[in-house]
Each structure stands twice: as C-alpha cells, then as structure tokens.
C-alpha cells in the first residue's frame, strides 16, 4: 500500500496537469528505509514528448547525489500518461529500476490541463511484474498545509 | 590504481548488496572489465552489442544505463574509452525513463 498525504498528491497531480499533453515525472524522496513520501521533487522530462519519458542525465545524477547526501532513496516514481490509463506500459515494466519504490501512474486523459479528477494509481514492479497496490491518502501530512513541498520552483 | 564505482540498487545483487566497490582501469572498458572479474555478470548489464550499421558488432553503453566520471556523463566524454585517473569517482545510474507503448 502507498501511503500519501494530500499535499503530495495534489502536488503531483498539479504537474501532470500543467505539463499535459507531455509525459511529466518526478520522484517523491523520502527517508531510506521509512516508505514516507515526503519531498516531491518534479524532473525535467528531457524527452519532451505526449508519449515518453526520461530523466534529463545531469539532472539525474544531481538527484541522487543530493538523495544520498541526505539518506534518502525514491519512495515514490511518477510519470503521467495523457491519452492512455494509468497503467505501466511495456517500456515502463521494462525500464523500471528501483525495486524498492512505488510507481504511481496518473492519467490526465479525461481532462487535459483542465480541472477535474485524474486516475491516480500506484504500483509496485518488480522484475518485470506489475502489482497494483492501494493508495491511502492522508490528511495527516507530515509537512504543514501551507508548506510548498515543491522545492524545484 | 583505486576508483570508486557507485552501483545503484538494481545491480547490488552483482556486489554482495554493496553501494559502492573498488575497481581499477585506465579507460572505462577496462574498469568494466576489472569489475566483471570481481562481480561476474556485472558487464552484461552495463554493456551491449549494437550494429554500427556496416553490419560491424560494436559493444557500447547500454542505452538506459547512465555512468558518470567526477560528475560528468560519459557520453560527452568519450564513452567507454574515457581515461580513468587514481581516485576518480564513477557512478553507474539506470535511467529514469517509460512511455505509453
């Protein structure tokens, strides 16, 4: 199950929304070992494409150096897919890396930039298997309400 | 000659669950092959055989898997024959990356 505050959600939701109809991403750090999605930080897709996504390389690397600086690891994956559902694709199955992280899938299919619901599921993938697992969305988050968890703004 | 390899944890199955190992070589080709030595199947996941188009087989960097000398992606710096010095620090990253299809 994956557990997420509203703030995060929304937060995540907001960038698939304004970045449709190209693919957005991002990860959500947390601490290592703690499964708490708590800084959402929002990726450069440098595919800049309706129907892929990729971390920009540089970028990339910053993350995870700055991740590792402070003991955190991806707990949450995102990326969005803006004509189809919010299922993993083959070339996502394909190319997913970290075993340890919940792979959150939003579709902005049914209202593009627009206001509205998105499908917002999550998953665990795992050698090339796709478990679909609950989302548990909380108002207890851990950062204040009005606390930009957005640091790449 | 000690340079510090970072391996991400998809491939920590090849360390012994390690984050980082010790290799040596004085290009990337042959800090790949020192660590094939130590961490057998290593190699495989950071190598492939692609055409060069003259139908000749050329082994290059996988096209998801991102390495890195002193911050620097070796795709702009000469690929697998990037020079490595003593202490240099390499990190091996998969790419963050999916589609629709």
Known sequence: MLTISTATRDAIVAHAKRDHPDEACGIVAGREGSDR?????????????PTFYEFDSGELLALYKEMWAKDEEPVVIYHSHTATEAYPSRTDIGLASEPGAHYVLVSTRAHGNSEGPVEFRSY?????????????????????PNEHTNESE | MAIEVRIPTIL????????????????????????????????????????????????????????????????????????LNDGDQVVVLPAVAGGCS
Do not use: C, W
């Not at chain 2, 080709?29 to 290593?42: C, F, Q, R, V, W």
């Open chain 1, 124 to 144: 665990r993938i795992i050698d090339g298997e796709v478990t679909e697992e609950e989302v548990q969305v909380t108002d207890a988050p851990p950062h204040q």
């Open chain 2, 12 to 83: 920590r199955t090849y360390t012994n669950g390690e984050k980082s190992v010790e290799a040596s070589g004085a290009t990337l080709t042959a800090l790949i092959d020192d660590l094939e030595a130590n961490h057998p199947g290593l190699k495989d996941r950071l190598l492939e055989t692609k055409s060069d188009g003259d139908g000749e087989a050329k082994i290059d960097l996988r096209r998801f898997v991102n390495l890195y000398v002193n911050d620097e992606d070796v795709r702009f710096t000469g690929g697998l024959e990037t020079a």
């Open chain 1, 37 to 49: 999605a708590e800084r959402v930080v929002e990726m450069i897709n440098a595919a800049g494409s």
